[in-house]
């Protein structure tokens, strides 16, 4: 008996894919030959891992270089000078 519901026919679908028979005639599943082989998939893993990194090492230091921007802005007056000159903006 399975461990949830299943319609009449969802039932069999579900008993029949379960069935010993069919698992032991089943060929062993090869997931690195489709990247031709396991030298390659490794390959491409750490090709890809490199890549990865790369681009998010660019995203950390945009981050850092943002933040110290605006850390340096936070002058005592230095955001009523941009409100003024907002206002001024809008005035014209």
């Known amino acids: 008996?399975?461990?949830w519901p299943l319609a009449?026919?969802?039932?069999?679908?579900m008993e029949g894919l379960?069935?010993?028979?069919?698992?032991?005639?089943?060929a062993p599943l090869d997931v690195d030959a489709e990247f031709g082989g396991r030298e390659?998939?490794?390959n491409l893993?750490?090709?890809l891992l490199r890549k990865l990194d790369t681009r998010m090492s660019i995203l950390v230091l945009i981050y850092?270089?943002?933040y110290v921007r605006l850390s340096r802005h936070r002058r005592p007056g230095y955001v009523a000078h941009l409100r003024s000159q907002v206002?001024?903006?809008n005035a014209a």
């Open 1 to 3: 008996m399975s461990p």
């Open 64 to 66: 850092i270089f943002n």
């Open 40 to 42: 390659a998939r490794l």
């Open 8 to 13: 009449g026919s969802d039932q069999e679908l």
């Open 45 to 47: 893993e750490r090709r």
């Open 18 to 26: 379960m069935d010993e028979e069919l698992v032991a005639e089943a």
């Open 87 to 89: 206002d001024r903006n």
